[in-house]
Protein backbone atom coordinates (compact mmCIF):
# COMPACT_ATOMS: atom_id res chain seq x y z
CA UNK A 1 0.00 0.00 0.00
CA UNK A 2 1.77 3.33 -0.76
CA UNK A 3 1.71 6.43 1.36
CA UNK A 4 -1.51 8.01 -0.40
CA UNK A 5 -3.46 5.00 0.17
CA UNK A 6 -2.62 4.38 3.55
CA UNK A 7 -3.45 8.37 4.46
CA UNK A 8 -6.65 7.71 3.13
CA UNK A 9 -7.63 4.46 4.38
CA UNK A 10 -6.89 5.68 7.97
CA UNK A 11 -8.65 8.91 7.67
CA UNK A 12 -11.61 6.63 6.49
CA UNK A 13 -11.38 4.44 9.19
CA UNK A 14 -10.99 7.56 11.36
CA UNK A 15 -14.43 8.78 10.73
CA UNK A 16 -15.97 5.37 10.70
CA UNK A 17 -14.89 5.06 14.75
CA UNK A 18 -15.44 8.58 15.63
CA UNK A 19 -19.66 7.80 14.11
CA UNK A 20 -19.38 4.42 16.33
CA UNK A 21 -18.00 6.64 19.50
CA UNK A 22 -20.96 9.67 18.86
CA UNK A 23 -23.48 8.37 20.59
CA UNK A 24 -21.51 8.15 23.89
CA UNK A 25 -20.20 11.74 24.16
CA UNK A 26 -22.70 13.50 24.98
CA UNK A 27 -23.05 11.21 28.17
CA UNK A 28 -19.46 11.24 28.71
CA UNK A 29 -19.32 15.36 28.41
CA UNK A 30 -21.92 15.27 31.35
CA UNK A 31 -19.80 13.11 33.79
CA UNK A 32 -17.00 15.28 32.79
CA UNK A 33 -18.99 18.28 33.80
CA UNK A 34 -20.52 17.24 36.48
CA UNK A 35 -18.70 14.40 38.48
CA UNK A 36 -15.09 14.67 36.78
CA UNK A 37 -14.10 17.73 35.60
CA UNK A 38 -10.25 17.24 35.09
CA UNK A 39 -10.75 14.15 32.63
CA UNK A 40 -11.93 14.17 29.17
CA UNK A 41 -10.87 15.96 25.75
CA UNK A 42 -13.91 16.93 23.79
CA UNK A 43 -13.23 20.39 22.91
CA UNK A 44 -10.68 21.28 19.83
CA UNK A 45 -7.30 23.00 21.12
CA UNK A 46 -7.02 24.52 18.66
CA UNK A 47 -9.73 26.76 18.86
CA UNK A 48 -9.01 28.60 21.95
CA UNK A 49 -11.34 27.06 24.37
CA UNK A 50 -9.09 25.66 27.42
CA UNK A 51 -10.65 28.16 29.47
CA UNK A 52 -14.23 26.31 28.89
CA UNK A 53 -12.74 22.87 30.16
CA UNK A 54 -11.21 24.31 33.12
CA UNK A 55 -14.55 26.56 34.11
CA UNK A 56 -16.42 22.98 34.31
CA UNK A 57 -15.37 23.26 38.41
CA UNK A 58 -17.73 25.79 38.33
CA UNK A 59 -20.41 23.72 37.85
CA UNK A 60 -20.40 21.67 40.46
CA UNK A 61 -22.09 22.69 43.54
CA UNK A 62 -22.43 19.58 45.45
CA UNK A 63 -18.86 17.29 45.24
CA UNK A 64 -20.34 14.29 46.75
CA UNK A 65 -19.84 12.39 43.26
CA UNK A 66 -16.43 13.83 42.47
CA UNK A 67 -15.25 11.92 46.27
CA UNK A 68 -17.24 8.54 45.14
CA UNK A 69 -15.40 8.70 42.11
CA UNK A 70 -11.87 9.37 43.93
CA UNK A 71 -12.98 6.43 46.09
CA UNK A 72 -13.74 4.27 43.41
CA UNK A 73 -10.46 4.76 41.93
CA UNK A 74 -9.00 4.33 45.29
CA UNK A 75 -10.96 0.88 46.27
CA UNK A 76 -10.05 -0.25 43.23
CA UNK A 77 -6.29 0.36 43.37
CA UNK A 78 -5.80 -1.00 47.16
CA UNK A 79 -8.21 -4.03 46.23
CA UNK A 80 -7.03 -5.06 42.68
CA UNK A 81 -3.26 -3.39 42.16
CA UNK A 82 -2.20 -2.51 45.86
CA UNK A 83 1.74 -1.19 45.13
CA UNK A 84 2.73 -2.21 48.55
CA UNK A 85 1.19 -6.49 48.29
CA UNK A 86 1.63 -8.70 45.92
CA UNK A 87 -1.57 -8.42 43.63
CA UNK A 88 -0.69 -11.38 41.24
CA UNK A 89 1.21 -14.93 40.96
CA UNK A 90 2.74 -16.24 37.91
CA UNK A 91 1.91 -20.28 37.43
CA UNK A 92 2.36 -23.14 35.18
CA UNK A 93 -1.38 -24.46 36.25
CA UNK A 94 0.04 -27.81 37.43
CA UNK A 95 0.74 -28.16 40.89
CA UNK A 96 3.66 -30.84 40.31
CA UNK A 97 5.38 -28.68 37.83
CA UNK A 98 5.00 -25.55 40.48
CA UNK A 99 6.52 -28.08 42.88
CA UNK A 100 9.87 -28.21 40.82
CA UNK A 101 12.86 -26.34 42.50
CA UNK A 102 14.21 -25.18 39.09
CA UNK A 103 10.53 -23.79 37.81
CA UNK A 104 9.82 -22.33 41.45
CA UNK A 105 13.26 -20.08 41.32
CA UNK A 106 12.94 -18.67 37.88
CA UNK A 107 8.52 -17.60 38.93
CA UNK A 108 9.99 -15.88 41.60
CA UNK A 109 13.21 -14.42 39.62
CA UNK A 110 10.18 -13.30 37.05
CA UNK A 111 7.77 -12.09 39.54
CA UNK A 112 10.36 -10.22 41.05
CA UNK A 113 11.32 -8.62 37.46
CA UNK A 114 8.25 -7.60 36.34
CA UNK A 115 7.01 -6.12 40.26
CA UNK A 116 10.41 -4.19 39.72
CA UNK A 117 9.55 -3.17 36.54
CA UNK A 118 6.02 -1.78 37.52
CA UNK A 119 7.51 -0.03 40.54
CA UNK A 120 10.03 1.91 38.60
CA UNK A 121 7.60 3.07 36.03
CA UNK A 122 4.81 4.89 36.14
CA UNK A 123 2.20 1.94 35.67
CA UNK A 124 0.86 2.35 38.97
CA UNK A 125 -0.22 5.89 37.98
CA UNK A 126 -1.40 5.17 34.94
CA UNK A 127 -3.80 2.44 36.54
CA UNK A 128 -5.03 4.64 39.12
CA UNK A 129 -5.78 7.06 36.46
CA UNK A 130 -7.43 4.02 34.54
CA UNK A 131 -9.57 2.88 37.62
CA UNK A 132 -11.14 6.72 37.37
CA UNK A 133 -11.49 6.53 33.90
CA UNK A 134 -13.78 3.20 33.73
CA UNK A 135 -15.40 3.33 36.93
CA UNK A 136 -16.40 7.09 35.73
CA UNK A 137 -17.04 6.73 31.88
CA UNK A 138 -17.12 2.90 31.26
CA UNK A 139 -13.78 2.66 29.40
CA UNK A 140 -10.42 3.30 29.93
CA UNK A 141 -7.15 2.87 27.56
CA UNK A 142 -3.37 3.03 28.69
CA UNK A 143 -0.70 2.21 25.96
CA UNK A 144 2.49 0.50 26.74
CA UNK A 145 5.44 1.21 24.62
CA UNK A 146 8.92 0.07 24.97
CA UNK A 147 11.64 2.43 26.47
CA UNK A 148 15.12 1.60 26.24
CA UNK A 149 16.33 3.02 30.00
CA UNK A 150 13.06 1.84 31.85
CA UNK A 151 12.19 -1.19 29.29
CA UNK A 152 8.46 0.45 28.77
CA UNK A 153 6.42 3.17 29.87
CA UNK A 154 2.73 4.01 29.78
CA UNK A 155 0.32 6.49 27.94
CA UNK A 156 -2.70 6.93 29.89
CA UNK A 157 -5.74 8.58 27.59
CA UNK A 158 -8.10 9.84 28.54
CA UNK A 159 -11.65 9.48 26.96
CA UNK A 160 -13.04 12.07 23.92
CA UNK A 161 -9.37 11.78 22.68
CA UNK A 162 -9.48 8.67 21.01
CA UNK A 163 -11.28 5.54 19.68
CA UNK A 164 -11.38 1.83 19.42
CA UNK A 165 -12.44 -1.08 17.45
CA UNK A 166 -12.99 -4.54 18.45
CA UNK A 167 -11.98 -8.15 17.27
CA UNK A 168 -14.93 -11.35 16.15
CA UNK A 169 -14.39 -12.04 19.42
CA UNK A 170 -15.25 -8.15 20.96
CA UNK A 171 -11.81 -7.91 22.27
CA UNK A 172 -10.38 -4.69 21.79
CA UNK A 173 -7.83 -4.45 18.85
CA UNK A 174 -7.94 -1.44 17.13
CA UNK A 175 -6.78 2.09 19.04
CA UNK A 176 -7.02 5.70 17.19
CA UNK A 177 -5.80 8.76 18.88
CA UNK A 178 -6.10 12.07 18.62
CA UNK A 179 -3.62 14.63 19.88
CA UNK A 180 -1.50 17.15 19.32
CA UNK A 181 2.27 18.34 19.36
CA UNK A 182 3.90 21.44 19.16
CA UNK A 183 6.50 22.47 16.32
CA UNK A 184 9.29 22.00 18.79
CA UNK A 185 8.21 18.41 20.02
CA UNK A 186 7.66 17.06 16.29
CA UNK A 187 11.31 18.67 15.41
CA UNK A 188 12.95 16.88 18.64
CA UNK A 189 10.89 13.17 18.08
CA UNK A 190 10.82 12.82 14.29
CA UNK A 191 14.07 15.50 12.96
CA UNK A 192 13.58 18.41 9.94
CA UNK A 193 13.99 15.79 7.41
CA UNK A 194 10.69 13.78 7.81
CA UNK A 195 8.78 16.88 8.88
CA UNK A 196 6.56 18.70 6.05
CA UNK A 197 7.42 22.15 4.94
CA UNK A 198 4.68 23.73 6.98
CA UNK A 199 6.38 22.62 10.75
CA UNK A 200 9.49 23.34 9.25
CA UNK A 201 8.87 26.68 8.31
CA UNK A 202 6.94 27.60 11.85
CA UNK A 203 9.54 26.43 13.68
CA UNK A 204 12.03 28.49 11.67
CA UNK A 205 10.43 31.38 12.53
CA UNK A 206 11.19 30.25 16.48
CA UNK A 207 7.13 29.59 16.94
CA UNK A 208 8.15 26.16 18.89
CA UNK A 209 4.54 25.92 20.71
CA UNK A 210 2.96 26.36 17.77
CA UNK A 211 0.45 22.95 17.72
CA UNK A 212 -0.41 20.40 15.05
CA UNK A 213 -2.95 18.40 15.31
CA UNK A 214 -1.82 14.20 14.67
CA UNK A 215 -3.34 10.95 14.54
CA UNK A 216 -1.96 7.61 15.86
CA UNK A 217 -3.14 4.79 14.40
CA UNK A 218 -2.67 1.33 16.12
CA UNK A 219 -4.45 -1.34 14.15
CA UNK A 220 -4.01 -5.17 12.60
CA UNK A 221 -1.83 -5.23 9.40
CA UNK A 222 -3.65 -7.73 7.85
CA UNK A 223 -1.32 -7.83 4.33
CA UNK A 224 2.20 -8.77 5.58
CA UNK A 225 5.17 -11.64 4.91
CA UNK A 226 5.21 -13.37 8.13
CA UNK A 227 8.55 -14.60 7.19
CA UNK A 228 9.72 -11.34 8.18
CA UNK A 229 10.56 -9.57 11.02
CA UNK A 230 10.91 -5.94 10.85
CA UNK A 231 8.32 -3.51 12.20
CA UNK A 232 6.81 -3.31 8.55
CA UNK A 233 5.55 -6.78 8.93
CA UNK A 234 4.56 -7.11 13.12
CA UNK A 235 1.12 -8.28 13.41
CA UNK A 236 -0.03 -4.97 14.15
CA UNK A 237 0.45 -1.49 12.24
CA UNK A 238 1.30 1.71 13.87
CA UNK A 239 0.57 4.73 12.07
CA UNK A 240 1.17 8.62 12.84
CA UNK A 241 -0.52 11.14 10.47
CA UNK A 242 -0.56 14.89 10.58
CA UNK A 243 -3.91 15.90 10.03
CA UNK A 244 -3.68 18.47 7.23
CA UNK A 245 -1.41 18.00 5.69
CA UNK A 246 -0.59 15.63 2.08
CA UNK A 247 2.64 17.34 0.93
CA UNK A 248 5.55 15.32 2.07
CA UNK A 249 5.02 11.29 2.86
CA UNK A 250 1.03 12.38 2.46
CA UNK A 251 1.38 13.84 5.62
CA UNK A 252 2.84 10.34 7.34
CA UNK A 253 5.36 10.69 10.17
CA UNK A 254 6.26 7.70 11.04
CA UNK A 255 4.54 3.91 9.66
CA UNK A 256 5.76 0.97 12.45
CA UNK A 257 4.54 -2.13 14.22
CA UNK A 258 4.23 -3.81 17.35
CA UNK A 259 4.60 -7.72 18.10
CA UNK A 260 0.99 -7.44 20.53
CA UNK A 261 -1.60 -5.11 20.89
CA UNK A 262 0.15 -2.56 22.58
CA UNK A 263 -2.88 -0.72 24.42
CA UNK A 264 -4.41 -1.60 27.52
CA UNK A 265 -8.28 -1.05 26.98
CA UNK A 266 -10.77 -2.00 30.09
CA UNK A 267 -14.32 -1.51 29.99
CA UNK A 268 -16.81 -1.89 32.72
CA UNK A 269 -19.47 -3.35 31.17
CA UNK A 270 -19.93 -3.92 27.33
CA UNK A 271 -21.98 -7.05 25.52
CA UNK A 272 -20.72 -9.12 22.64
CA UNK A 273 -22.01 -6.25 20.21
CA UNK A 274 -20.92 -2.99 21.64
CA UNK A 275 -17.81 -1.83 21.48
CA UNK A 276 -18.17 0.33 23.96
CA UNK A 277 -19.31 0.29 27.62
CA UNK A 278 -22.88 1.05 28.22
CA UNK A 279 -22.82 1.09 32.12
CA UNK A 280 -20.43 2.20 34.67
CA UNK A 281 -21.35 3.61 38.18
CA UNK A 282 -20.39 7.06 36.89
CA UNK A 283 -23.75 6.17 34.21
CA UNK A 284 -25.60 5.03 36.38
CA UNK A 285 -25.08 7.69 39.35
CA UNK A 286 -25.75 11.07 36.41
CA UNK A 287 -29.47 11.24 37.31
CA UNK A 288 -28.84 11.53 40.79
CA UNK A 289 -26.22 14.35 39.96
CA UNK A 290 -28.40 16.55 38.04
CA UNK A 291 -30.90 16.59 40.48
CA UNK A 292 -28.51 16.96 43.44
CA UNK A 293 -27.32 19.88 41.92
CA UNK A 294 -30.34 21.14 40.71
CA UNK A 295 -31.21 20.76 44.67
CA UNK A 296 -28.61 22.67 45.76
CA UNK A 297 -29.12 25.50 44.08
CA UNK A 298 -32.63 25.63 45.51
CA UNK A 299 -31.39 25.56 48.64
CA UNK A 300 -29.10 27.88 48.31
CA UNK A 301 -31.66 29.88 47.03
CA UNK A 302 -34.17 29.16 49.70
CA UNK A 303 -31.36 30.51 52.56
CA UNK A 304 -31.23 33.76 50.36
CA UNK A 305 -34.51 34.42 50.89
CA UNK A 306 -34.89 33.82 54.33
CA UNK A 307 -31.42 35.42 55.52
CA UNK A 308 -32.10 38.28 52.78
CA UNK A 309 -35.42 38.62 51.64
CA UNK A 310 -36.80 41.40 49.25
CA UNK A 311 -38.23 43.83 50.61
CA UNK A 312 -40.72 46.50 50.27
CA UNK A 313 -40.32 50.14 51.45
CA UNK A 314 -42.65 53.50 51.08
CA UNK A 315 -42.41 55.07 48.41
CA UNK A 316 -40.65 58.56 50.31
CA UNK A 317 -37.54 56.09 50.91
CA UNK A 318 -36.90 56.01 47.04
CA UNK A 319 -34.73 59.18 47.21
CA UNK A 320 -33.16 58.72 50.38
CA UNK A 321 -30.22 56.75 51.15
CA UNK A 322 -31.30 53.33 53.23
CA UNK A 323 -28.53 51.64 55.91
CA UNK A 324 -29.46 48.62 57.08
CA UNK A 325 -26.69 47.83 58.25
CA UNK A 326 -26.28 46.76 62.51
CA UNK A 327 -26.21 50.10 63.56
CA UNK A 328 -27.32 52.07 60.69
CA UNK A 329 -29.43 55.36 60.46
CA UNK A 330 -31.96 56.39 57.51
CA UNK A 331 -33.90 59.72 57.94
CA UNK A 332 -37.21 59.15 56.30
CA UNK A 333 -40.67 60.33 57.50
CA UNK A 334 -41.98 58.37 60.17
CA UNK A 335 -44.04 55.78 58.53
CA UNK A 336 -47.60 55.48 58.98
CA UNK A 337 -49.04 51.87 59.47
CA UNK A 338 -49.68 52.00 55.30
CA UNK A 339 -46.10 52.85 54.54
CA UNK A 340 -43.76 50.49 56.92
CA UNK A 341 -40.76 48.66 55.47
CA UNK A 342 -42.02 44.64 55.02
CA UNK A 343 -40.55 41.82 53.18
CA UNK A 344 -42.16 41.05 49.54
CA UNK A 345 -43.92 38.25 50.45
CA UNK A 346 -43.98 36.36 54.14
CA UNK A 347 -43.75 32.29 53.35
CA UNK A 348 -41.84 30.58 56.35
CA UNK A 349 -39.03 29.09 54.46
CA UNK A 350 -38.70 25.57 55.79
CA UNK A 351 -35.16 23.63 54.39
CA UNK A 352 -35.41 20.68 56.49
CA UNK A 353 -37.62 18.63 53.30
CA UNK A 354 -35.30 19.75 50.73
CA UNK A 355 -32.27 18.70 53.19
CA UNK A 356 -33.58 15.75 53.77
CA UNK A 357 -34.29 14.78 50.26
CA UNK A 358 -30.66 15.79 49.75
CA UNK A 359 -29.24 13.44 51.76
CA UNK A 360 -31.00 10.91 50.15
CA UNK A 361 -29.77 11.63 47.11
CA UNK A 362 -26.21 11.48 48.06
CA UNK A 363 -27.40 7.78 49.75
CA UNK A 364 -27.79 7.06 46.54
CA UNK A 365 -25.07 8.35 44.18
CA UNK A 366 -22.92 6.57 47.31
CA UNK A 367 -24.45 3.34 46.45
CA UNK A 368 -24.07 3.68 42.80
CA UNK A 369 -20.45 4.01 43.06
CA UNK A 370 -20.01 0.71 46.50
CA UNK A 371 -18.57 4.00 48.53
CA UNK A 372 -19.02 2.15 51.68
CA UNK A 373 -17.55 -1.21 50.39
CA UNK A 374 -14.54 0.69 48.70
CA UNK A 375 -13.46 2.83 51.81
CA UNK A 376 -13.13 -0.47 53.49
CA UNK A 377 -10.77 -1.89 50.85
CA UNK A 378 -9.01 1.29 50.79
CA UNK A 379 -8.59 1.36 54.90
CA UNK A 380 -7.93 -2.59 54.87
CA UNK A 381 -4.46 -2.54 55.23
CA UNK A 382 -4.47 -0.02 58.03
CA UNK A 383 -6.76 -1.94 60.13
CA UNK A 384 -5.45 -5.39 59.67
CA UNK A 385 -8.67 -6.21 58.10
CA UNK A 386 -8.48 -9.66 56.41
CA UNK A 387 -10.35 -10.93 53.00
CA UNK A 388 -12.54 -12.47 54.81
CA UNK A 389 -13.78 -9.98 56.96
CA UNK A 390 -14.30 -7.88 54.18
CA UNK A 391 -16.19 -10.48 52.01
CA UNK A 392 -18.87 -11.02 55.08
CA UNK A 393 -18.91 -7.35 55.13
CA UNK A 394 -19.96 -7.02 51.41
CA UNK A 395 -21.20 -10.63 50.19
CA UNK A 396 -24.09 -9.34 48.01
CA UNK A 397 -21.49 -6.21 46.94
CA UNK A 398 -18.95 -8.31 45.92
CA UNK A 399 -21.24 -11.09 44.13
CA UNK A 400 -22.70 -8.22 41.87
CA UNK A 401 -18.88 -6.78 40.93
CA UNK A 402 -18.04 -10.50 40.02
CA UNK A 403 -18.81 -9.70 36.39
CA UNK A 404 -16.83 -6.64 36.33
CA UNK A 405 -14.17 -7.61 38.13
CA UNK A 406 -13.81 -10.96 35.78
CA UNK A 407 -13.49 -8.47 32.83
CA UNK A 408 -10.81 -5.92 34.05
CA UNK A 409 -8.83 -8.75 35.21
CA UNK A 410 -9.05 -10.30 31.67
CA UNK A 411 -9.19 -6.53 29.78
CA UNK A 412 -6.90 -4.92 31.75
CA UNK A 413 -4.26 -6.82 34.28
CA UNK A 414 -3.92 -9.85 31.82
CA UNK A 415 -2.69 -7.69 28.67
CA UNK A 416 -1.11 -5.23 31.36
CA UNK A 417 1.38 -8.27 32.50
CA UNK A 418 1.72 -10.13 29.31
CA UNK A 419 2.86 -7.15 27.53
CA UNK A 420 5.09 -6.15 30.28
CA UNK A 421 6.70 -9.50 29.86
CA UNK A 422 6.66 -9.93 26.48
CA UNK A 423 9.13 -6.39 26.65
CA UNK A 424 11.22 -7.50 28.89
CA UNK A 425 11.67 -10.26 27.54
CA UNK A 426 12.86 -8.85 23.64
CA UNK A 427 15.14 -6.70 25.78
CA UNK A 428 16.95 -9.61 27.77
CA UNK A 429 15.60 -8.87 31.01
CA UNK A 430 14.19 -12.01 31.40
CA UNK A 431 16.30 -15.26 32.22
CA UNK A 432 16.04 -18.14 30.12
CA UNK A 433 13.19 -20.45 31.36
CA UNK A 434 14.11 -24.01 32.82
CA UNK A 435 13.89 -27.21 30.46
CA UNK A 436 10.68 -28.33 32.21
CA UNK A 437 8.89 -25.46 31.16
CA UNK A 438 9.58 -25.68 27.57
CA UNK A 439 6.30 -25.23 25.36
CA UNK A 440 4.38 -24.75 28.74
CA UNK A 441 2.30 -21.50 29.40
CA UNK A 442 1.84 -19.43 31.67
CA UNK A 443 -1.32 -18.16 33.59
CA UNK A 444 -1.83 -15.49 35.88
CA UNK A 445 -3.25 -15.65 39.44
CA UNK A 446 -4.98 -12.72 40.68
CA UNK A 447 -4.11 -12.53 44.58
CA UNK A 448 -5.57 -8.93 45.28
CA UNK A 449 -7.71 -8.15 48.30
CA UNK A 450 -10.95 -8.03 45.88
CA UNK A 451 -9.65 -11.52 44.29
CA UNK A 452 -9.30 -13.26 48.10
CA UNK A 453 -12.54 -11.57 49.01
CA UNK A 454 -14.13 -13.21 45.95
CA UNK A 455 -12.73 -16.75 46.45
CA UNK A 456 -13.42 -16.27 50.57
CA UNK A 457 -17.35 -15.71 49.30
CA UNK A 458 -17.15 -19.36 47.89
CA UNK A 459 -14.73 -20.78 51.04
CA UNK A 460 -17.73 -18.85 53.16
CA UNK A 461 -20.49 -20.77 51.68
CA UNK A 462 -18.33 -24.29 52.11
CA UNK A 463 -17.66 -24.07 55.77
CA UNK A 464 -21.60 -23.37 56.28
CA UNK A 465 -22.00 -26.82 54.12
CA UNK A 466 -19.36 -28.40 56.44
CA UNK A 467 -21.20 -26.82 59.53
CA UNK A 468 -24.59 -28.81 58.45
CA UNK A 469 -23.15 -31.35 57.72
CA UNK A 470 -21.34 -31.69 61.11
CA UNK A 471 -25.01 -31.02 62.80
CA UNK A 472 -26.27 -33.82 60.76
CA UNK A 473 -23.55 -36.28 61.47
CA UNK A 474 -24.11 -36.48 65.07
CA UNK A 475 -27.44 -38.26 64.48
CA UNK A 476 -26.24 -39.78 61.26
CA UNK A 477 -22.34 -40.55 61.52
CA UNK A 478 -22.64 -42.64 58.46
CA UNK A 479 -23.26 -39.26 56.75
CA UNK A 480 -19.61 -37.78 57.00
CA UNK A 481 -18.91 -40.76 54.23
CA UNK A 482 -20.23 -38.37 51.60
CA UNK A 483 -17.32 -35.34 52.06
CA UNK A 484 -13.95 -36.14 50.48
CA UNK A 485 -11.68 -34.52 53.42
CA UNK A 486 -8.46 -34.20 50.93
CA UNK A 487 -10.67 -31.85 47.88
CA UNK A 488 -12.07 -30.10 50.92
CA UNK A 489 -8.35 -29.23 51.75
CA UNK A 490 -7.71 -28.94 48.15
CA UNK A 491 -11.15 -26.43 47.65
CA UNK A 492 -10.03 -24.04 50.97
CA UNK A 493 -6.23 -23.98 49.76
CA UNK A 494 -7.10 -22.80 46.28
CA UNK A 495 -10.04 -20.14 47.79
CA UNK A 496 -7.20 -18.96 50.37
CA UNK A 497 -4.48 -18.45 47.39
CA UNK A 498 -2.37 -21.21 49.35
CA UNK A 499 1.30 -21.78 47.87
CA UNK A 500 0.90 -25.13 46.45
CA UNK A 501 4.04 -26.16 48.50
CA UNK A 502 2.17 -26.31 51.82
CA UNK A 503 -0.56 -28.33 50.67
CA UNK A 504 0.79 -32.45 50.24
CA UNK A 505 -0.65 -33.62 46.53
CA UNK A 506 -3.43 -36.11 46.57
CA UNK A 507 -1.24 -39.14 46.03
CA UNK A 508 1.60 -38.68 48.66
CA UNK A 509 -2.01 -37.74 50.89
CA UNK A 510 -3.46 -40.98 49.58
CA UNK A 511 0.21 -43.34 50.66
CA UNK A 512 0.28 -41.77 54.09
CA UNK A 513 -3.22 -42.40 54.73
CA UNK A 514 -2.60 -46.46 53.37
CA UNK A 515 0.55 -46.39 55.85
CA UNK A 516 -0.92 -44.95 58.82
CA UNK A 517 -4.05 -47.51 57.94
CA UNK A 518 -1.62 -50.79 57.87
CA UNK A 519 -0.17 -49.49 60.83
CA UNK A 520 -3.37 -49.41 63.00
CA UNK A 521 -4.47 -52.73 61.73
CA UNK A 522 -1.45 -54.35 63.05
CA UNK A 523 -1.72 -52.66 66.22
CA UNK A 524 -5.41 -53.89 66.23
CA UNK A 525 -4.32 -57.35 65.37
CA UNK A 526 -1.73 -57.44 68.20
CA UNK A 527 -3.98 -55.82 71.22
CA UNK A 528 -6.58 -58.98 70.33
CA UNK A 529 -3.63 -61.46 70.74
CA UNK A 530 -2.04 -60.25 73.80
CA UNK A 531 -6.33 -59.91 75.22
CA UNK A 532 -6.29 -63.88 74.14
CA UNK A 533 -2.95 -64.73 75.63
CA UNK A 534 -3.92 -62.82 78.79
CA UNK A 535 -7.58 -64.86 78.86
CA UNK A 536 -6.13 -68.38 78.12
CA UNK A 537 -3.04 -67.07 81.00
CA UNK A 538 -6.19 -66.88 83.42
CA UNK A 539 -7.60 -70.58 83.18
CA UNK A 540 -4.87 -71.25 85.36
CA UNK A 541 -1.56 -73.31 84.34
CA UNK A 542 -1.93 -74.95 81.05
CA UNK A 543 1.04 -77.11 79.45
CA UNK A 544 2.36 -75.54 76.43
CA UNK A 545 4.04 -78.31 75.32
CA UNK A 546 2.79 -79.59 71.47
CA UNK A 547 0.97 -82.65 73.66
CA UNK A 548 -2.21 -80.57 74.54
CA UNK A 549 -4.36 -78.63 72.02
CA UNK A 550 -4.14 -75.60 75.12
CA UNK A 551 -0.40 -75.75 74.21
CA UNK A 552 -1.10 -75.82 71.06
CA UNK A 553 -3.05 -72.69 71.13
CA UNK A 554 -0.80 -70.97 73.43
CA UNK A 555 2.12 -71.83 71.22
CA UNK A 556 0.11 -70.11 67.97
CA UNK A 557 -0.92 -66.90 69.22
CA UNK A 558 3.32 -65.97 70.49
CA UNK A 559 3.70 -66.59 67.54
CA UNK A 560 1.30 -63.90 66.13
CA UNK A 561 2.49 -61.59 68.65
CA UNK A 562 6.19 -62.38 67.72
CA UNK A 563 7.55 -64.06 70.59
Not at 329 to 338: D, E, F, K, V
Amino acid sequence: MDRKDLRDSILRRWTQLKQEREPYLAQWLAISELITPASGKFLDTSSGHNDTARSRWNRIYNNTATRAANILSAGLMSGMTDPSSQWFALTTGDPNLDASPSVKVWIDQVQRILEMGFQRTNTYQALHHGWREVGTMGILANVVIEDPVDGFYCNPLVVGEYCIGTNYRGQPDTLYRRFTMTAGQLMQRYGRSKLPTIVVNVYDQNQYDHKFRLIHAIEPRFERDTRKQDNLNMPFRSVVLLIGDDEKNCGILEESGYNEFPAVVGRWGASASDVYSEEAPGMVALGDVRQLNHQELQKGNALDFAINPPIILPTDAKDHDIDFLPGGRSYLAAPGSNSQVQTAWNVPLNITPIAQNIAEVQERINQAFNVDMFLMFAGAARNNMTATEVAERHEEKLMMLGPVLSRLNNEVLKPLIERAFNILQRAGQIPPPPPELAGQQLSIEYTSMLARSQRAIRAQSLTNFLGMVGQVAQFKPEVLNKINPFQVVNEYADYYSVAPSVVVPDDEANAQLQQQQQAQAQQAQGEQASQAVDALSKLGKVPTGDETMAGQAVQGLQQMMGA
